[in-house]
């Protein structure tokens, strides 16, 4: 019984040493001031529609960015030009960044131009330095609509 404590304390702090060395050294991904990065996206959102962008992220600091995006939003009988322009905000942990992105988006198809408010939570895997595959999550609000939910993908490089 007493190895058996023995031997997993060794190991509890083993495993304790080796994550501190992990998240202390240095990080494999960061947005640094100055970087560019292309992006094309996909995504889906709630009544059924679906987005097409592509966009552009531009590094403002090591944890900031700023981004624009455009492109379609479709579903069966309806489909919109749209306009994002956003900025978000990134915690820089190893080869994983988790970010927070605030921004707007207008819509416009033949018919009329509809202002929406969009805030997200996502990840960025990065594949390389330059390269990354992220998830966003998050929320859009239109006058006269509920709150929308949306899924999109994101490969930049």
Known sequence: ?????RR?????VFTLLVTA????GPSGAHADAGDRQLEAIAGYRTRDSVD??????FGLSDFISARARGGIRFNEDHIAGRLELSSSYAFDVLTWV?????GAAIDVDDVDVELRGLASVGARYYVSRERFIALELGGELARDEDLGFLARLVYAF
């Open 1 to 5: 019984r007493g190895q058996t404590v």
């Open 8 to 12: 997993r304390t060794r190991v509890a």
């Open 21 to 24: 060395a992990a998240l202390g």
């Open 52 to 57: 097409a962008l592509v966009g552009v992220r």
């Open 98 to 102: 988790p970010e927070i992105s605030v």
